[in-house]
């Protein structure tokens, strides 16, 4: 596996698809540039979800997170788009994604999404 920033997310076989459990997630380097001012944004990047058949492979999540870093992204579009990301592949039972950013001009901004499966 490369160690190079990677859009690409790999998951792994359940190694217990018959239990009912939840991954949490914690990622407190996040890092991606405001699209305003190209100045850094930096946040705590928290993954709450119920596997179903596929658990995401963690060292192809550091370097998804890692990819965001020069990118311009809004707060928003940056949870929802690692929750859609993620559902894609790990297709969980249900899954919050929430972003915790660092205050910036006196505004501290925390972003959840969520999705269950239907």
Same mark, same amino acid.
Request: charge should be negative; charged fraction near 20%.
């Given at each position: +596996?490369? /160690?190079?920033?990677?859009?690409?997310?790999?998951?792994?076989?359940?190694? #217990?698809?018959?239990?009912? &459990?939840?991954?949490?997630?914690?990622?407190?380097? $996040?890092?991606?540039?405001?699209? +305003? /001012?190209? =100045?850094?944004? $930096?946040? %705590?990047?928290? %993954?709450?979800?119920?596997?179903? =058949? &596929?658990?995401?492979?963690?060292?192809? $999540?550091?370097? &998804?997170?890692?990819? &965001?870093?020069?990118?311009?992204?809004?707060?928003? #579009?940056?949870?929802?788009?690692?929750?859609?990301?993620? %559902?894609?592949?790990? =297709?969980?039972?249900? +899954?919050?994604? /929430?972003?915790? $950013?660092?205050?910036?001009?006196?505004?501290? /901004?925390? %972003?959840?999404?969520?999705?269950?499966?239907?």
């Amino acid at each position: +596996m490369s /160690t190079a920033p990677s859009k690409t997310l790999e998951v792994k076989p359940n190694p #217990a698809p018959g239990n009912r &459990y939840t991954v949490e997630l914690e990622a407190p380097e $996040f890092t991606c540039l405001c699209p +305003m /001012t190209g =100045q850094p944004d $930096f946040a %705590v990047i928290f %993954v709450s979800y119920e596997p179903d =058949q &596929y658990i995401v492979e963690l060292k192809s $999540f550091k370097l &998804y997170l890692w990819s &965001y870093r020069n990118e311009g992204v809004f707060h928003e #579009a940056a949870v929802n788009a690692i929750l859609d990301d993620l %559902v894609a592949v790990v =297709q969980p039972r249900r +899954m919050t994604v /929430t972003g915790d $950013f660092n205050i910036r001009g006196g505004i501290h /901004t925390t %972003v959840t999404a969520t999705w269950e499966k239907p």
